[in-house]
Nanobody
């Protein structure tokens, strides 16, 4: 079982930045992939970014060039740095982890981009 605790959401103006954190209850060395999805009102869930155990990463097209994903192995934490935020980035952001074909999800954190 992997527990994920997210933090860092909130309200930000367009063009602003936020950093989301996702702390895992176990060593992330044992996790095959870890990342973020989001769900906006009336829309389907979409991939934001994922980082793999080999250090590779994938960034979703809607946020490419604005968002980056990184990890701190010592803290078992993955970060999502979000820059140049747009109103369309407003959503609930969910951390997820994949370990041995099992998926785990955080509780979600709200990100609202509005003036």
């Amino acid at each position: 079982q992997v527990q994920l605790v997210e933090s860092g959401g909130g309200l930000v103006q367009p063009g602003g930045s936020l950093r989301l954190s996702c702390a895992a209850s176990t060593s992330i060395f044992s996790i095959n992939a870890m990342g973020w999805y989001r769900r906006a009102p009336g829309k389907e869930r979409e991939l934001v970014a994922v980082i793999f155990s080999d250090g590779g990463s994938k960034i979703g097209d809607p946020v490419k060039g604005r968002f980056t994903i990184s990890r701190d192995n010592a803290k078992n934490t993955v970060y999502l740095q979000m820059n140049s935020l747009k109103p369309e980035d407003t959503a609930v952001y969910y951390c997820y982890a994949l370990r041995n074909a099992n998926s785990y999800w955080g509780q979600g954190t709200q990100v609202t981009v509005s003036s």
